[in-house]
């Protein structure tokens, strides 16, 4: 680090006192329906050098509040309380004099890289100007671009002074994250506040900004406020942890101390609702009922109450404060005990309650189908050498082919009945392709899809609606998937009436299905605006369930929910999977929840599988490098586990699919090529490994051992 | 216990949980037949039309005099007496020449915007749905048609017409009134069918014709509605145009348009010549944006007001349900 000593000064003893101090803020927007009370009295303290993690669901307040403190709200919010920075009060200062201390003491590091990087100036002339707008007079324009090339290689970008030249769209989703941490450092500030930074980015691109965030922090000694709703992104990055709920702290502490003893039900049910990678057999998820409410007009009491199973009489006239927990040491008498806002948080306490325990989720069984071997049971979904490549032409008159990208290429499985598949693998990696293919049922361009023994290129027309009958589709993103204009009673009837049912039967089933997904038969007649998003993902499972199909393919089907709402949906999953005997193939990035709920597992990487076998075998001893890293990505809901862990950071990003690395694809990044003798990496640039192994567990790996890299979970854990 | 519910019926918790009294499954169009007769305005715009008919095609019933029956005892008298709006130089009844030509440019305003709409609306659609050559060919048609001076190719193809009837004119007016709209149709659609749920109508196995009816051209309807309202007015004036080249409407037969027209020089001295017919028109024309509001608004989900029963229940949650849907 002896580059960025030069760079930084560092933390020193001069500017000791907490860098930020939030007290009682309140902000509110204008709506229709009268003010919208975004945060209601929030207080914390950031130290130099401390990393405070902001948890909470989309709503709850805790980006406007990192906005109130950059100054970032528009006009109608009405902001009150105090912000002070460095003992200086920020509320009330113009727009002039926050723009001095914006980006130079205080910056932000934004989800969405690419809409933060202006597209027509190059990465280097952003840092420089970064550095310009501060510094005028002081700094030269040579001075500017050769400290932005210093920040860039700092962030780990290769070849830093010819990628400053470049633009952001020439650089990848994670670079271009570096490149926003490059910016925000670049004037050495004493606070750095990131809403979000990882949630738009693939699990390993992940792990290495997350690390990038790391590295500036040590090297600017600044104070960083991290805001995510991903419990497991904090627990091995933050000092303390802020849970936030409708517009409030509701518990604060330790974050050692919060994920050990969380002492209010909200932070329980929170944590219990994250499938765990490192669970060894199935862990009930608790799902967190009903919604957070609106900020408009609460009713008095806590928030919580109406989603809350240890509610009593009490908790609905009064709004808690936030207690000391008792037993924490509130050392500095400044509030940076462990406290919570719940005022059964002393028996909580007492009883140590599992959150299971307390939210009611069990485990949901096997379907009876599971008892049969696997071997015997039908083949639902086969998929045999699947090649599919988009040709990339240039020319606009006389198009010419150029080149083609192999988004798949020749990757086979099959799925059994009562059985479920996840597929995973980086943003890229030919996954919705192979979706794609499979449930379009035409020609293909290599390789065969068979359903139910039925193979798909040989039918003609009214065959391949027959077959769509006993396959369907869950989307990715709820809002997306309904058709806005149409009531979700004829939603549901869609399928139905494609397939010829009469009339009667399709207003006889509809009101079953909304049963089924656990919504009210009353809402027939409403538009998919009026749900929320995890209502909404219920409508598509039960328009996926009209037909009564014996394959479900669910394309990403909770990465779009809040972490509260996912496992409601994950259990419902399970359970109709259990009742219906149904066989799913899962589409995922997020490996806890493929381990959750799929038997099977398939990793891809560039368009072919490297791993495929049992789940509790590719997850427990993975023996693909690319498996192994993407697996130690994954962050673990457990601060202790998570700070113990050795992580494997993979370098760079995924190769362009137009012209793959040559033998093994994934030499290019494997940790493993890297540490071989020279004779034998010549094996894995030259020789493709094919897919091979033993029982049900294949790799594609010319020295693949098996190595574990998720610590199995303690039965001990809550 | 395992509860699969997310909505608690619970004090300040999900906005759909105001209770509703059980109901039949109302199927779409029953339900957006509900919300227009909802809308107030819209109501009054489509009684405001029917009245218009109703007082074009009876009005030769019970008015003093006929269009063509020009009183020789009152040239350019304002309006009064016997003549309520007013004669012209020749002495005839503004009143019956005005509901005389309500009597056709009603049915061709309505009729065009009805007409190059949907045109424009089936080939849009079509040719961005199904793209390859389908949509170069009819693209090619919409361009070719774009470049062609339509009042030349009328004015060349007019001694076929001739003597024939004027609803010929609404084919003609119609047929040259649509590409740009087939072509806003056609971008619109180009993004409506990479939407999930029209890849879910497709991967459950509806018919491309039905998925543009039943997902595409409803959630293009607010663009349609407005197209169609703005049409119906253009056409009443355009028919002017054509009827200089001497087919359609012809004198002594009147419409709204050829009044407009004669009237317009006068407008200054005597008002009523043009001010009477002119107004009928924006009477006309208002009353179709009225009704097309409406229609537009009990068509979109998201509109405001659509959902009167939460409104009057438990105000302050209307908004919120709009607004969590974006969330």
């Known amino acids: ?718 | 216990m395992v509860t699969l519910t997310e909505d608690g019926a619970t004090p300040g918790g999900s906005p759909v949980d105001t209770s509703v009294a059980a109901e039949r499954s109302p199927s779409r169009s029953r339900l957006v037949l509900r919300r227009f007769l909802r809308r107030k305005p819209a109501l009054i715009g489509l009684v405001v039309v029917v009245l218009l008919y109703a007082a074009a095609f009876l009005s030769p019933l019970f008015a003093p005099w006929d269009y063509a029956e020009p009183d020789y005892t009152a040239f350019l008298q304002p309006p009064g007496g016997t003549h309520w709006f007013g004669t012209t130089k020749i002495g005839e009844d503004v009143f019956a020449q005005v509901m005389r030509g309500l009597q056709k440019s009603l049915t061709i305003g309505l009729l065009v915007g009805l007409i190059s709409t949907s045109l424009a609306a089936v080939v849009g659609a079509a040719a961005g749905y199904f793209g390859g050559w389908t949509d170069r060919v009819l693209m090619w048609l919409v361009d070719l048609l774009l470049v062609l001076p339509s009042f030349l190719v009328i004015a060349v193809a007019s001694p076929a017409f001739k003597g024939q009837s004027w609803l010929i004119f609404v084919l003609l007016l119609a047929g040259f009134s649509w590409m740009i709209t087939a072509r806003i149709v056609r971008g619109m659609t180009l993004t409506l069918r990479e939407r999930e749920y029209v890849k879910a109508a497709r991967f459950m196995g509806q018919a491309p014709f039905r998925i543009i009816a039943k997902h595409i051209v409803p959630n293009m309807a607010s663009l349609l509605i407005i197209d169609a309202t703005v049409t119906v007015g253009a056409a009443v004036l355009s028919e002017t145009g054509l009827s200089f080249f001497g087919f359609g409407v012809q004198p002594p037969d009147v419409s709204l348009g050829t009044l407009i027209a004669s009237g317009t020089e006068s407008a200054i001295t005597y008002p009523w010549l043009f001010y009477v017919p002119a107004g009928f028109l924006v009477v006309f024309v208002l009353s179709v944006n009225l009704f097309g509001d409406g229609l537009r608004d009990a068509l979109d989900p998201s509109a405001a007001g659509s959902r009167k029963r939460d409104k009057k229940v438990k105000k302050g949650k209307t908004g919120k349900t709009g607004t969590g849907a974006q969330a």
Request: one cysteine or more; glycine letters at 10%; aromatic letters at 4%.
């Open chain 1, 1 to 718: 680090m002896t580059a960025a000593e030069t760079l930084f000064e560092g933390p020193d003893a001069e500017r000791a006192g907490p860098v930020l101090e939030v007290d009682d803020l309140r902000v509110s927007f204008p709506s229709e329906d009268g003010r919208v009370q975004a945060v209601r009295g929030l207080s914390y303290r950031v130290a130099p050098g401390e990393v405070l993690g902001i948890v909470g669901e989309s709503g709850s307040g805790k980006s406007v509040s990192s906005l109130a403190v950059m100054g970032l709200l528009p006009d109608s919010a009405r902001v009150t309380g105090s912000i002070r920075f460095r003992g200086r009060e920020l509320l009330g200062l113009s727009d002039g004099e926050l723009s001095k201390i914006r980006g130079r003491r205080v910056s932000m590091v934004f989800q969405d890289p690419l809409s933060a990087l202006t597209p027509v100036y190059t990465v280097g002339d952003q840092i420089a100007e970064a550095l310009l707008t501060h510094g005028r007079g002081r700094v030269s324009r040579q001075q500017a671009d050769r400290r932005a090339v210093e920040l860039l290689d700092l962030v780990g970008i290769p070849n830093a002074a010819a990628r400053a030249k470049a633009f952001p769209h020439e650089f990848s989703g994670g670079m271009r994250q570096r490149a926003v941490i490059a910016i925000a450092i670049a004037n050495d500030p004493d606070l750095i506040i990131a809403d979000e930074p990882t949630t738009a980015l693939d699990v390993t691109v992940q792990a290495q900004v997350l690390e990038v965030l790391k590295t500036a922090q040590e090297v600017t000694g600044a104070g960083i406020v991290i805001i995510t709703h991903d419990l497991g992104v904090v627990a091995g990055f933050a000092d303390r942890l802020l849970v936030m709920y409708a517009g409030r702290a509701v518990e604060t502490g330790d974050v050692h101390e919060v994920y050990r003893r969380p002492r209010m039900p909200y932070t329980l049910g929170l944590l219990g609702s994250i499938p765990r990678l490192d669970a060894a057999q199935k862990q009930p998820l608790v799902p967190i009922e009903g919604q957070p409410p609106s900020l408009t007009d609460l009713p008095p009491g806590c928030p919580f109450a109406p989603r809350c199973p240890m509610v009593v009489d009490a908790c609905l006239t009064e709004e808690p404060p936030l207690f000391q927990v008792d037993g924490s040491v509130d050392a500095t008498g400044d509030g940076t005990g462990h406290r919570a806002a719940c005022i059964r948080s002393a028996e909580i306490a007492e009883r140590e309650p599992d959150a299971a325990e307390v939210f009611g989720a069990e485990v949901i069984g096997e379907p009876e189908i599971a008892a049969v071997p696997r071997a015997e049971r039908e083949v639902v979904l086969d998929v045999a050498d699947l090649v599919k490549t988009f040709t990339v032409t240039k020319g606009s008159v006389f198009k010419r082919k150029v080149g083609a990208v192999h988004a798949v290429d020749g990757i086979s499985f099959d799925i059994r009945a009562g059985e479920t598949l996840g597929l995973v693998g980086e943003s890229g990696c030919g996954k919705t392709t192979t979706l794609m293919e499979i449930l379009g049922l035409e020609e293909l361009m290599g390789g065969s899809i068979s359903v139910l023994g039925k193979r798909a290129a040989e039918l003609d027309k009214a065959g391949r609606k027959a077959i769509r009958r006993d396959m369907q589709v869950v989307f990715q993103d709820p809002q997306a998937s309904l058709d806005p204009r149409m009531p979700i009673g004829d939603v549901l009837a869609e399928p139905m009436q494609v397939h010829g049912y009469p009339a009667a039967d399709i207003a006889k089933r509809v009101p079953e299905l909304l049963d089924l997904v656990g919504l009210r038969r009353e809402h027939v007649g409403r538009y998919p605006a009026e749900f929320s998003g995890g209502q909404r993902q219920r409508i598509g499972i039960a328009r996926a369930l009209a037909l009564n199909p014996r394959l479900i393919v669910l394309d990403e089907p909770v990465s779009a929910l809040d972490v509260s709402i996912q496992a409601g949906v994950i259990n419902l999953l399970d359970r109709l999977k259990a009742e219906l005997g149904l066989s799913y193939l899962f589409v995922a990035h997020d490996l806890s929840v493929v381990r959750h709920i799929a038997d099977r597992v398939a990793v891809m990487y560039l368009g072919k599988i490297v791993e495929i076998g049992d789940v509790d075998a590719v997850f427990g001893a993975p023996r693909h490098p690319y498996t192994q890293a993407l697996l130690s990505a994954i962050p673990i809901p457990d601060p202790v586990k998570e700070r113990q862990r050795e992580r494997i950071i993979l370098e760079g990003d995924l190769p362009s699919p137009a012209n793959p690395p040559t033998g093994c694809r994934f030499h290019t990044r494997c940790f493993l090529y890297a540490s071989l003798p020279e004779e034998r990496r010549r094996i894995c640039v030259e020789t493709e490994p094919a897919l091979e192994g033993s029982g049900d567990h294949s790799d594609a790996c010319h020295f693949a051992r098996s190595r574990a890299v998720v610590e199995p979970m303690a039965d001990d854990h809550r």
